[in-house]
């Protein structure tokens, strides 16, 4: 009977030689070889070694699970698909190839078979919580927001101070207009990770839809030192200090934003230097 490919994973990380073997066989050889060089950072070499493995024993699960990691670390993404698709094909029991296939097709954008992937990788591990996430981001992205809602919620029973996955959570609630729920999700995962634009961005967004201008201008002002080129963050901005009666500031936003987008949105850009010019007049 195989052995488990997780059980092999570890074996071969931590030990010179197999229990019981006295001299590997090249699949082995090429295996170990691919581990040192994954360790050392080598990553050419290890897809290298990786690959003999394979060419020596083919239903060598492990070095599959390996290769695709590499692979899409590389962003060789179809390979690495290919490679996880291998893995659960071999064995088809165990976790980690449903959610080295499921992350993949995730980042490929093929959702339906995302979803597949990672309900199959979380029934068979359910404490997997990178698959948890993965599969709450899959659920989202296919149109179940509040299915989605419901899976990030149980990924943060097993973690709850990630950012990540309260960002993700955010996003979900926002979608379903639940701006209130959002913005106490989003301040949670601020004061887990103060200072981080995307988290101060979407913060910002939240209480804007629910017209918290003053309070929203704070992390509009924050996300955009860790993102200055994002036009639509400056178009908010000059809206929320025009909101707040702030008018040089707010036509200094709008001027932001508009050289962002002149040549890229005519249209666009006409209405927002009218905005800036019925400003000026005031």
């Given at each position: 009977?195989?052995?488990?490919?997780?059980?092999?994973?570890?074996?071969?990380?931590?030990?010179?030689?197999?229990?019981?073997?006295?001299?590997?066989?090249?699949?082995?050889?090429?295996?170990?070889?691919?581990?040192?060089?994954?360790?050392?950072?080598?990553?050419?070499?290890?897809?290298?070694?990786?690959?003999?493995a394979i060419g020596a024993r083919k239903?060598?699960?492990?070095?599959?699970?390996?290769?695709?990691?590499?692979?899409?670390?590389?962003?060789?993404?179809?390979?690495?698909?290919?490679?996880?698709?291998?893995?659960?094909?071999?064995?088809?029991?165990?976790?980690?190839?449903?959610?080295?296939?499921?992350?993949?097709?995730?980042?490929?954008?093929?959702?339906?078979?995302?979803?597949?992937?990672?309900?199959?990788?979380?029934?068979?591990?359910?404490?997997?919580?990178?698959?948890?996430?993965?599969?709450?981001?899959?659920?989202?992205?296919?149109?179940?927001?509040?299915?989605?809602?419901?899976?990030?919620?149980?990924?943060?029973?097993?973690?709850?101070?990630?950012?990540?996955?309260?960002?993700?959570?955010?996003?979900?609630?926002?979608?379903?207009?639940?701006?209130g729920e959002a913005i106490e999700v989003?301040?949670?995962?601020?004061?887990?990770?103060?200072?981080?634009?995307?988290?101060?961005?979407?913060?910002?967004?939240?209480?804007?839809?629910?017209?918290?201008?003053?309070?929203?201008?704070?992390?509009?002002?924050?996300?955009?030192?860790?993102?200055?080129?994002?036009?639509?963050?400056?178009?908010?901005?000059?809206?929320?200090?025009?909101?707040?009666?702030?008018?040089?500031?707010?036509?200094?936003?709008?001027?932001?934003?508009?050289?962002?987008?002149?040549?890229?949105?005519?249209?666009?850009?006409?209405?927002?230097?009218?905005?800036?010019?019925?400003?000026?007049?005031?």
């Amino acid at each position: 009977m195989r052995a488990p490919i997780r059980a092999v994973l570890l074996l071969l990380a931590g030990a010179s030689a197999l229990p019981g073997v006295a001299h590997a066989d090249e699949a082995e050889v090429h295996y170990r070889m691919c581990m040192s060089h994954k360790k050392a950072g080598k990553v050419d070499d290890a897809e290298r070694e990786c690959k003999l493995a394979i060419g020596a024993r083919k239903e060598h699960g492990a070095a599959y699970y390996t290769l695709g990691t590499l692979q899409r670390q590389k962003g060789k993404l179809e390979e690495a698909l290919a490679s996880f698709r291998k893995v659960r094909e071999l064995d088809p029991q165990h976790a980690i190839g449903w959610a080295g296939e499921g992350s993949v097709a995730l980042r490929l954008e093929l959702i339906d078979e995302a979803v597949t992937a990672l309900r199959q990788a979380v029934a068979l591990d359910p404490r997997d919580n990178a698959s948890v996430g993965n599969l709450g981001n899959a659920l989202r992205k296919q149109g179940h927001p509040d299915e989605a809602i419901a899976t990030y919620k149980r990924a943060l029973e097993q973690d709850k101070d990630n950012p990540e996955l309260l960002n993700n959570l955010a996003v979900a609630l926002r979608a379903q207009k639940k701006n209130g729920e959002a913005i106490e999700v989003l301040k949670s995962a601020l004061s887990k990770r103060p200072g981080d634009a995307l988290l101060a961005g979407n913060l910002a967004k939240a209480l804007r839809a629910e017209k918290r201008y003053a309070e929203a201008v704070p992390h509009y002002e924050a996300a955009l030192k860790g993102n200055d080129k994002d036009a639509g963050l400056w178009f908010d901005l000059a809206y929320s200090y025009e909101q707040t009666a702030q008018k040089e500031k707010a036509i200094a936003a709008y001027r932001k934003h508009l050289e962002l987008v002149r040549g890229k949105d005519p249209q666009g850009a006409a209405h927002v230097q009218e905005v800036i010019e019925k400003l000026e007049k005031k």
